[in-house]
Antibody
């Protein structure tokens, strides 16, 4: 059974940093692109970042480019999202998703971790 | 960005057929995917690449379309299908529709 378990969310002040983690199990982690997708409270879904299966390439939308960094440790079956210079509009539940970028879809989702950016 | 437009809400009775539409601001080939999100839960993949049923999804769900106009059909609708349904394209970066909230009367 595929499982994606996110941790690391919480309350953080604007301008500060936070790092999310996602531990994957039930599939061969290093065979798949991985992504982060977020959902602001009561709102829709927004893609945040994708990384190739090797970790050699990463992709971001303009809304987070230069502030967020996606990475992975294939030996530990773990995906990360480093979030810097956080803003109130980054407040959302962040989902770890199996799937990538062009032409791909998000086949599996974690349960999500809530990030609240507020002073 | 490719904008995906969905109607905000629909209400149907159990046993009926419902079609949920998604229109893209530009062509996305067949790279349209559909997700179901029940309250308090993470989204779940239903349909990938316009018309392919995801593993474990009941055959009551189907998808169609190409280019700019896509449809998710549920036939027959069951009470458990109460949820918000999102479309997502992966032809031009990755964007989601704003979701269609389905109410079962």
């Amino acid at each position: 059974e595929v499982q994606l378990v996110e941790t690391g969310g919480g309350l953080v002040q604007p301008g500060r940093s936070l790092k999310l983690s996602c531990v994957a199990s039930g599939f061969t982690f290093n065979n798949y692109w991985m992504s982060w997708t977020r959902q602001a409270p009561g709102k829709g879904l927004e893609w945040v970042a994708s990384i190739t299966n090797s970790g050699g390439s990463t992709y971001y939308p303009d809304s987070v480019k230069g502030r967020f960094t996606i990475s992975r440790d294939n030996a530990q079956n773990t995906l990360y999202l480093q979030m810097n210079s956080l803003r109130s509009e980054d407040t959302a539940t962040y989902y770890c998703t199996r799937g990538g970028y062009y032409g791909d879809w998000f086949a599996y989702w974690g349960q999500g971790t809530l990030v609240t950016v507020s002073s | 960005d490719t904008v995906l437009t969905q109607s905000p809400a629909l209400a149907v009775s159990p046993g009926e057929r419902v079609s949920i539409s998604c229109r893209a601001s530009e062509g996305v080939n067949s790279y349209m995917h559909w997700y179901q999100q029940k309250p308090g839960q993470q989204p779940k993949l239903l349909i990938y690449k316009a018309s392919n049923l995801a593993s474990g999804v009941p055959a009551r769900f189907s998808g169609s379309g190409s280019g700019t106009d896509f449809t998710l059909t549920i036939d027959p609708v069951e009470a458990d299908d109460t949820a918000t349904y999102f479309c997502q394209q992966s032809w031009n970066e990755l964007t989601f529709g704003s979701g269609t909230k389905l109410e079962i009367k």
